[in-house]
């Protein structure tokens, strides 16, 4: 097992990591930006080191900063958490070099899900049911429209080197097709310095669904079922749930059979999620992410697993300590997501919290790493806290949300609280029914 672990990340999941290393026994370091100095995660480690000035690219993404932060403190393992340096192939391979352990996937693993056209054939490799369309690249406005016409319109373009929904543009007939590859072409070379595209079936209600899975690198693997993330605004997820309400125990097991079977093949090491969009009752592998995720304790509250414990443990050589008959799942849990943000226009509200008042009780669990007192500082995203609350059922959980909700302070700056507080009265949202379309819905035609 490691002595000591580097946390390359802040916020919330800064603590969650240093929670698990601190229940290990493990020695933790922080790194912080001068704009972090007063972070809680600062405080909460045992260690901590200046890594630089307020922007990412200068601190939380500043692979050399982070290197001599090891060295200086003699860390033998980092934890990059989530977005920062979680999913980048080339800091897991440096660490590598210099015998320090990325907690994390391989960098090969990294790299192949990362494009996007790779992990689409990998998929297909895997026996995971993946979205119609292009085998690879689309070169030309010719060759996209004869395959769309193949497949049939509504088609939708994304760029290899996306994900997280960006360059992607929808094109309904032939016309429409031109100009999306030609457009689509031209901004994934601006976004991300590689212009190359696919096309997809474009399916036009479906939900987001994704597995949740955990790889030791030795061949075991196991899924910790679904969880539904459709309620996003412009790509970023509001309300997370698991299980997903509309996927039956039966299919929970044949999907996520599905998806440990593929990890197993790949020798897939870490935590993992595999998305897909789910409609008319079919999954279609959409992308993976390589790394925790921020809503991964919905999924810890039903299994019981700690993810980040295993996170850890995995990485440091040891195999999991869970097989898939030990996963089982118990009642139902929410997330929703704290935004420092107009809960009408999303516009980012950072500044002083002059008071701080988390929900608790039963069936309550709040990650954050504000108190009362603490500016949040203008640089990074936007989020203040997770509140995540569990119930035997559905419905249980939906009145705890109701309840603690109620319960949440955060005076002196706008958030979404007021957001959770409409939504939970939301006829569709109590029934479950919903799809990735529904929340820009009904911002886009209710005012509140
Ligand atoms: C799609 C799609 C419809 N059809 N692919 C957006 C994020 C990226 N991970 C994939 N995305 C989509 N891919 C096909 N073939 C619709 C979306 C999409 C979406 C997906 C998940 C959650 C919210 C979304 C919002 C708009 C579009």
Known sequence: MFQKVLIANRGEIALRILRACKELGIATVAVHSTADSNAMHVRLADESVCIGPPPAKDSYLNIPSILAACEITGADAVHPGYGFLSENARFARILTEHKITFIGPSSHHIEIMGDKITAKKTAVELGIPVVPGSDGEMKTPEEA????NAIGYPVIVKATAG??????????????MAIAISTARTEAKAAFGNDSVYIEKYLQRPRHIEIQVMGDGKGNAVHLGTRDCSLQRRHQKVWEEASAPTVSPDQRSEIGEICAAAMRKLQYSGAGTIEFLYEDGEFYFIEMNTRLQVEHPVTERITGVDLVYEQIRVASGETLSLAQKDVTFTGHAIEVRINAEDPQTFTPSPG?????????????????????????P????SLIGK?????????????RLRRAVDEFVVDGIKTTLPLFQRLIKEPDIIAGNYDIHWLEKYLGTKKG
């Not at 429209?145 to 769309?148: N, V």
């Not at 203008?378 to 995203?381: A, E, L, Q, T």
């Open 352 to 376: 002083k919290i002059s008071f701080y008042h988390p929900a608790g009780g039963v069936g309550v669990r709040v990650d954050s790493a504000v108190y009362g007192g603490y500016t949040i």
């Open 163 to 176: 994900g997280g929904g960006r360059g992607m543009k929808v094109a309904r007939n032939d016309e429409e």
């Open 387 to 399: 509140l995540i609350v569990y119930g035997r059922t559905r419905e249980e959980c939906l009145q």
């Open 145 to 148: 429209i004869k395959l769309a």
């Open 378 to 381: 203008p640089y990074y995203d």
